[in-house]
């Protein structure tokens, strides 16, 4: 930390080189090559929740269909240029799953999702079933949708639509499954990036994520600090640590223990549903925090009292969860994301971390939570200060939940009066700081 500090000294007085040399180190090609898909097999009628006008394509070729498509409201683009890996490789062409709500004509404000999530951030009348974000996004929440014209896509990755080891390898015509490349946070921001170009997106108002998103939020603000005029991390941090690791060394050995991983060449629709119940299970723990596990359940074991059965109702709780991921996630799938987050490094490619933060240059909130379990608030804080140093403008804010990682998806109380404040003001971070503190929620 210490060196970092000294670092931000050195870089205050020399941003505008920084930026340079930043620009010059933006991944992907300059030009793209497209073709898109429109989802034609859905009726699609728009309301005030959802894209009055959508977006206009700057580029179109030929028709595509998307790896399961997750929304009747989705649209689809491929891009067919190579995108160069941050890790080195490359997959040799793209494809973007992304949804709209609100008025194209409006200011755009991108979602980035967390590890589980998908386009789907809210309902909509063409998928009216509930957006994994549905309290926050939509008219008059803290992402309006009355205001603000938001765009979500499906990271590079996920099961979810866009191209992931679910998707066809060009080479061999087969899914990629356990071949598909290791990708970083700074990839999937580039993905976003690309589907900007497309829709001819010059600038976004705003770009908000959390977990996983705010880790793509960190990475877009940095190699791309023209894109963008604010941001919104919640439950990210700028370089995980070893702590985080190794709980997500614990969950992949889980997933490639399972006999029915085979290398992760295993066929679509089965594979290792037992080892990703236990990575889920484990990562439920922690995605929530010992407080709200002791207030919640109680201590009242029902028989049979044997190893072998669930007698615990925190027992049931987690094995419910984990049910419900397996239904919808795939194991090569949840290895490339868990691996994505392991490798999120600000400072990858530059001379220090300071220097990789250095780069970003947008109005910057971050968001921790005081029972984080996988990410620290320490890191956070770090990342403020380092901010702070380099004369950044930036707001950070401690968010008390029982909910620990997962407060960004149990606090719509806490967080909507902000994002509001952050995505509607002039001066931002006066107008955050304005906040009045609400009253601790009961746990739901």
Not at 282 to 295: A, K, M, Q, V
């Amino acid at each position: 930390i210490s060196q970092d500090a000294h670092s931000a000294q050195m870089l205050a007085s020399a941003f505008r080189g920084v930026v340079r040399r930043s620009q010059k180190a933006q991944v992907g090609p300059k030009r793209r090559h497209f073709s898109t898909n429109h989802s034609s097999k859905h009726h699609h009628h728009p309301s005030h929740h959802e894209s009055t006008h959508q977006t206009s394509p700057t580029n179109t070729d030929t028709a595509f269909e998307c790896t399961r498509p997750g929304s009747l409201g989705a649209r689809c683009v491929t891009i067919n240029k190579p995108l160069k890996l941050e890790m080195g490789g490359q997959l040799d062409s793209v494809s973007i799953l992304w949804e709209e709500w609100g008025n194209s004509q409006n200011p755009k404000v991108m979602v980035f999702p967390a590890l589980s999530a998908s386009s789907h951030v809210a309902s909509s009348l063409a998928d009216p079933t509930a957006g994994w974000w549905n309290e926050i996004v939509g008219p008059g929440k803290g992402i309006d949708t009355d205001k603000y014209h938001v765009i979500c896509a499906s990271i590079i990755g996920s099961p979810f639509g866009s191209t992931s080891p679910l998707s066809k390898n060009p080479k061999t015509g087969q899914p990629y499954g356990a071949d598909f490349p290791a990708i970083t946070p700074g990839d999937l921001a580039t993905g976003h990036k690309l589907l900007m170009d497309f829709l001819g997106i010059k600038k976004a108002h705003a770009v908000v994520g959390s977990s996983l998103g705010g880790m793509q939020v960190f990475k877009f603000a940095a190699q791309y600090p023209d894109a963008l005029d604010r941001a919104v991390s919640i439950a990210a941090t700028g370089k995980t640590t070893p702590g985080t690791v190794a709980f997500r060394r614990v969950q992949r050995i889980a997933i490639m223990s399972d006999p029915e991983f085979k290398n992760g060449n295993y066929a679509h629709g089965a594979g290792p549903v037992a080892g990703l119940r236990v990575a889920r299970e484990l990562g439920t723990i922690t995605y929530r925090s010992r407080d709200e596990f002791n207030e919640r359940f109680e201590w009242k074991p029902q028989p049979p009292y044997e190893w072998k059965n669930a007698c615990f109702e925190v027992e049931t709780y987690l094995n419910a969860q984990a049910q419900k991921f397996t239904n919808v996630y795939d194991a090569n799938c949840y290895l490339t994301l868990s691996r994505c987050m392991d490798l999120m490094d600000l400072g990858h490619g530059f001379a220090n971390y300071a220097e990789g933060v250095a780069r970003i240059m947008s109005k910057m909130y971050i968001i921790g939570v005081d029972r984080d379990l996988l990410i620290p608030l320490e890191e956070q804080e770090h990342l403020f200060k380092l901010m702070q140093a380099l004369g950044k403008p930036v707001r950070f804010e401690i968010m008390s939940s029982l909910f620990g990682h997962d407060a960004f998806l149990k606090e719509p109380e806490w967080l909507n009066p902000r994002l509001r404040k952050w995505l509607d003001s002039d001066n931002p971070i006066e107008a955050t700081a304005s906040v009045a503190p609400s009253r601790r929620p009961k746990h739901h």
